[in-house]
Structures are given as C-alpha cells and as structure tokens.
C-alpha cells in the first residue's frame, strides 16, 4: 500500500469559489503528479514536479495552479471553480524502483461544482 | 502521437471464468508497459511492469503478455472473482523523460 494521501476525497462546491486540494506522500518521492480522469475516461496528466520549486503544465490545458514548497506536499488550487471542473483528480508520486519508474496513486478527489 | 488503445471497453463475466484483455500501443520509444486495476472511486493500483524484455509476468491470478514487436499487451484473469470487477487500465512509458501514456481502460463487472 503506497502511503500517498489526498484531502478531500470528496467536495461539492459552488461555482466562483476557490478550492485547494490536498496531496501529501510519506514516501520522500521528488516526482509528483497531478492527474484528471472524467467517469470511465482515461487519466490526462495536468500537472507535474520533479522537486521542490519544480512545477510543470502537463498534456492536458488546466485551469488549476500548483506549488511545491516541501517535497511531501503538492496542493492544486482551483481559483474560481466552474462546472466544467466537476471531475475526480489523482494526485500520484513515483521513484524509481527496479530500474524503472514507478507511479504510486492517491485515492482520489472527487470534485463537483454546481 | 503517443496512442493507447484498450479493448474491450467493458466486459461482463460470470464469476469462475477466465477473461482476457488487450493493449496495443504506439508509444515510442518504448520503456515499459503496466497494467493497473482501478476500482470505481479510487486510484490506481499497479499489477504488473513489463520491460521490453519480457513476454509474460505473472502476479498471483493476472498474467500479463508483452510482444514488442506487434506493440501488444495482454492481461489475462484466471477463476475470477467479484472483487476482480474493476478497470483495468493499461499504462505505457516512453524512455524519454518517463512521462506515461494511459489507455481508457476496460470495465470488467464479474457477476456470481
């Protein structure tokens, strides 16, 4: 069991609010990512780190904004959330195990914006 | 472009039998393919890793395929049970900056 948490594991909200979700990993993982996934979708990667001070965009456009100022944590913060927002997000953390990356998945928030 | 496809998208089987799932990929160049079970509200939870090297890896009742060369993965369950209903979602890593391709996954609902 990967110890890699998010809060909340499910938020409903209303529209124009600004949201922060939570992603913490006991594991001293540098890597962390963020990713989005629609009900029976695949995941898209929206956000990335590869260390403290270190964000990236990733394939799919966000509105969401990220920051890592401890390797443990990697909050994404919505400013003003949208209905188009509704969706769960998977925050995940990796290192290399065996030669090879390995992604270590949260339980998910679930997300919807009325 | 990097391309995961998945087949079937879902799949419904009676519990005690055998079902097989497909992945072919475009991803290049090639790293490593995974297979993760994704149950419904959760993350993902890794199955199995392939390298380039292997053509089969088991982890207890889930056998994993990888033909390189036709760009092919199978995941195949033996004498399945009700909490195998899941997604199972196959995963595909380029060598360069380790970034992952994910296939939409398939559904598999396992009924007694």
């Known amino acids: 069991e990967a110890d890699i948490y998010q809060t909340p594991r499910y938020l409903v909200i209303g529209t124009g609010k600004k949201i922060t979700l939570e992603c913490s990993q006991t594991?001293?993982?540098?890597?962390m990512y963020w990713y989005q996934q629609d009900p029976g979708m695949e995941l898209h990667l929206i956000h990335y780190s590869y260390g403290v001070n270190s964000t990236e965009k990733g394939d799919l456009s966000s509105e969401s904004t990220v920051s890592r100022i401890r390797t443990e944590h990697f909050p994404l913060t919505l400013e003003s959330a949208r209905p188009s927002h509704t969706s769960q997000y998977l925050c995940?953390?990796?290192?290399?195990?065996?030669?090879?990356?390995?992604?270590?998945f949260g339980p998910g928030t679930r997300l919807l914006v009325l | 472009k990097n391309q995961v496809e998945q087949s079937p998208q879902s799949l419904i089987i009676l519990e005690g039998k055998n079902c097989t799932l497909q992945c072919n990929y475009t991803v290049s160049p090639f790293s490593n393919l995974r297979w993760y079970k994704q149950d419904t509200g959760r993350g993902p939870v890794s199955l199995t890793i392939?390298?380039?090297?292997?053509n089969t890896k088991s982890n207890g009742r889930y056998t994993a395929t990888l033909d390189a060369d036709t760009k092919q993965s199978s995941l195949h369950i033996t004498a399945s049970q009700l909490s195998d209903s899941a997604s199972y979602i196959c995963v595909v890593s380029a060598r360069a900056g380790n970034m992952l391709t994910f296939g939409g996954g398939t559904r598999l609902m396992v009924k007694p």
């Open positions: 392939m390298t380039f090297s292997e």
């Open positions: 995940a953390s990796s290192a290399r195990l065996n030669g090879e990356e390995t992604q270590y």
């Open positions: 594991m001293g993982h540098d890597k």
